[in-house]
């Protein structure tokens, strides 16, 4: 098995988190290494494209978040085979990083064009995605989204779900999910409480 280290902001949840849980369910070593925000600066410098996630491998610096989700979704055995239903898999993970990047660029707002911005997200994309997602989940029969298993596009959702649900996100009403699309929620509550999970975030 290669040497994994897989590089992170040392917050709850984000981009890295589907990775690290997949690492987590498939009892797979890697090193959790996490930063505060202050030493991002110095820390960008080293990464392929100054951004984070990074996953090393052996030492060799991989970017970019979905490809590494996949990658220790494969390792995990939480990626589909069959390459129809990995499209699936891929289309709700990648649908999910599209409303994340929309969230992200109002990061640095304030006053009211951050007020006008996260309500048009609430409005229009995260919206949209919460019931697009939902529907997702009762055409793969209503537990999971692909297979009738857990598969890393159910690790991608929760994480995101799990983000708006926190409080953290101003003018983003934590009650947005259960409102909107409630079964996400219970989705959520059946993710949260796999052994593994719940034992990670007991940890945290």
């Known amino acids: 098995m290669a040497a994994l280290k897989l590089i992170y902001f040392d917050i709850p949840g984000g981009r890295a988190e589907p990775a690290r849980l ?19 600066p110095e820390i960008r410098k080293k990464t392929p494209l100054n951004q ?22 494969r390792l995990a055995n939480l990626y589909p085979e069959d390459v129809y239903t990995a499209l699936l898999c891929d289309e709700i993970m990648e649908a999910t990083e599209d409303v994340t990047h929309k969230l992200v660029a109002t990061f640095g707002l304030e006053g009211d064009a951050l007020l006008t ?7 229009g ?14 055409d793969g029969g ?21 983000s708006l649900c ?4 101003d003018h983003i009403p934590t ?19 796999i052994p593994e999970i719940k034992k990670h975030y007991q940890s945290c």
């Not at 994309?125 to 009762?138: N, Q």
């Not at 209503?142 to 799990?162: H, M, P, Q, S």
């Not at 926190?166 to 996100?169: C, F, I, M």
């Open 22 to 40: 997949a690492f987590k369910l498939g009892s797979i070593e890697f090193e959790d290494f996490r930063f505060p925000f202050s030493d991002f």
């Open 52 to 73: 984070v996630p990074v996953l090393e491998v052996d030492g060799k610096a991989v970017t970019q978040s979905n490809g590494i989700c996949r990658y220790a979704a």
């Open 117 to 123: 911005a996260r309500n048009e997200l609430v409005t």
């Open 125 to 138: 994309p995260i919206m949209r995605l919460l019931r697009w997602a939902e529907s997702k989940l009762s």
């Open 142 to 162: 209503g537990e999971f989204f692909i297979e009738n298993r857990l598969t890393i596009a159910d690790l991608k959702i929760v994480v995101w779900v799990n």
């Open 166 to 169: 926190q409080g953290n996100l």
């Open 175 to 193: 009650s947005l999910v259960q409102d909107t699309a409630p079964k996400l929620m219970e989705h959520r509550e059946r993710i949260l409480n």
